[in-house]
Antibody, heavy 128, light 110 residues
Framework: EVHLVESGGGLVQPGRSLTVSCTAS????????MSWVRQAPGKGLEWVAF??????????EYAASVKGRFTISRDDSKSIAYLQMNSLKTEDTAVYIC???????????????????WGKGTTVTVSS | QSVLTQPPSVSAAPGQKVTISCSGS????????VSWYQHLPGTAPKLLIY???QRPSGIPDRLSGSKSGTSATLGITGLQTGDEADYYC???????????FGGGTKLTVL
């Protein structure tokens, strides 16, 4: 069975760093793109970051709200995707959810087609 | 303010039909594929529709998706109390080089 399990959330002070992990099972992790999505308390879903598979260059994209502060990465040998979060702000408080992505290629670029597998998320609270 | 616009809430009686709209622009819905997701708080969101109107395996045919121009619609017939959840549309935005979600629609089955 296909599973994504997030871990590493917790309470962190503003300005500090935290890394959350997403451990995959039940599929060939290296063949898929992955994303992180978050949901702040009382808010909707917000896409955060995306990493393509190595076959598509392993390149990344970020939401404007986190670009320059967050870094998505992957370790295909361990079937884990990471989200390193630096210079955290109170508005980064959210449940962080990882997704398995299907991608579509057109005009020389490959991007998220849809997100077909989701985890339940790990809670990150940024507060002093 | 979300890039994609959804109504905050919709409601209907059990057995009835409901539609949820998702409005965007040429940089997102107009030129990319729309997918729809169901989310019950505390659980993993679920893919309902991809490629504008395709259902993954296991999603019943009382759910449907459509797209016209820069808008998309999710339809649910034969409403059940178990359909009460938040529903999100999503697509790639070519101008932003990123994925965008609608603000979400809370479905209440009265």
């Amino acid at each position: 069975e296909v599973h994504l399990v997030e871990s590493g959330g917790g309470l962190v002070q503003p300005g500090r760093s935290l890394t959350v992990s997403c451990t995959a099972s039940g599929f060939s992790f290296g063949d898929y793109a992955m994303s992180w999505v978050r949901q702040a308390p009382g808010k909707g879903l917000e896409w955060v970051a995306f990493i393509r598979s190595k076959a598509y260059g392993g390149t990344t994209e970020y939401a404007a709200s986190v670009k320059g502060r967050f870094t998505i990465s992957r370790d295909d040998s361990k079937s884990i995707a990471y989200l390193q979060m630096n210079s955290l702000k109170t508005e980064d408080t959210a449940v962080y959810i990882c997704t398995r992505d299907r991608i579509h290629c057109s005009g020389g670029s490959c991007y998220i087609y849809y997100m077909d597998v989701w985890g339940k998320g790990t809670t990150v609270t940024v507060s002093s | 303010q979300s890039v994609l616009t959804q109504p905050p809430s919709v409601s209907a009686a059990p057995g009835q039909k409901v539609t949820i709209s998702c409005s965007g622009s040429s940089s997102n819905i107009g030129n990319n594929y729309v997918s729809w997701y169901q989310h019950l708080p505390g659980t993993a969101p679920k893919l309902l529709i991809y490629d504008n109107n395709q259902r993954p395996s296991g999603i019943p045919d009382r759910l449907s998706g459509s797209k016209s121009g820069t808008s998309a619609t999710l339809g649910i017939t034969g409403l059940q109390t178990g359909d009460e959840a938040d529903y999100y549309c999503g697509t790639w935005d070519s101008s932003l080089s990123g994925w965008v979600f609608g603000g979400g629609t809370k479905l209440t089955v009265l």
